[in-house]
Nanobody, 113 residues
Framework: ARVVESGGGSAQPGGSLTLSCTASGFTISAYAMRWYRQAPGKERELVAH????????NYADSVKGRFTVSRDNRKNTMYLQMSSLKPEDTARYYC???????WGQGTQVTVSS
């Protein structure tokens, strides 16, 4: 079982990106999931949390109002829509399944002009 992130890349300040986290080997519908990020030289930080059915979401203060976490259990995929991106959003973004301690390999997001 594993999770794989995709959708990272480069964006200009003020731009948008959408990340995906697709699971294989298990069905995500029963599990809460999270997005984390880690910038060079910094600790990994929690960005967003979503419960199993997608009706309860929590965000880091630094991304509230700009990022939206969602999930499509039929597609076995979680998403992170990122808008109004800032240079300080530059980091490697990771998908995480708390119950099983599953981490993806991460996808890089770089925000610069």
């Amino acid at each position: 079982a594993r999770v794989v992130e995709s959708g990272g890349g480069s964006a200009q300040p003020g731009g948008s990106l959408t990340l995906s986290c697709t699971a294989s080997g298990f069905t995500i519908s029963a599990y809460a999931m999270r997005w984390y990020r880690q910038a060079p030289g910094k600790e990994r930080e929690l960005v967003a949390h979503i419960n199993s059915v997608g009706n309860r979401k929590n965000y880091a203060d630094s991304v509230k109002g700009r990022f939206t976490v969602s999930r499509d259990n039929r597609k076995n995929t979680m998403y992170l829509q990122m808008s109004s991106l800032k240079p300080e959003d530059t980091a490697r973004y990771y998908c995480y399944v708390p119950l099983y301690d599953y981490w993806g390999q991460g996808t890089q997001v770089t925000v610069s002009s």
